[in-house]
């Protein structure tokens, strides 16, 4: 069975951090990303880390997050990571892990009809 089970989310203060975590099961992802869903919003682009094997992994972010965010992963676990600092109350949101079996482009990855595969989400409140 495959799964994505995301964690880390909670309640925070604006500027404070927050690391969020995505543990995959069940197959190996070239394409983890994360998505983020506020309320009366459309499911968002937050950032995405896609392997090429050998030739390393390609990282990308949606510019309302980059140099706050960093997605990194550890392949042992099978997990990936969102570091979040600097967090302001625009990064309030359902955040949701993603995973595709193949590399994608910036521009794929960005693009949520790409993925087969979603976690379940997890709240980040950020208060002001």
């Known amino acids: 069975q495959v799964q994505l089970v995301e964690s880390g989310g909670g309640l925070v203060e604006a500027g404070d951090s927050l690391k969020l975590s995505c543990a995959a099961s069940g197959r190996t992802f070239s394409t983890l990303s994360w998505f983020r869903q506020a309320p009366g919003k459309e499911r968002d682009f937050v950032a995405a880390?896609?392997?090429?094997?050998?030739?390393?992994?390609?990282?990308y972010y949606a510019d309302s997050v980059k140099g706050r965010f960093t997605i990194s992963r550890d392949n042992a676990k099978n997990t990936v990571y969102l570091q979040m600092n600097r967090l302001t109350p625009e990064d309030t949101a359902v955040y949701y892990c993603a995973g595709q079996i193949v590399f994608l482009s910036r521009d794929q990855a960005a693009s949520a009809g790409w993925y087969a595969y979603w976690g379940q989400g997890t709240q980040v409140t950020v208060s002001s």
């Open positions: 880390l896609s392997s090429k094997g050998r030739n390393g992994d390609s990282t």
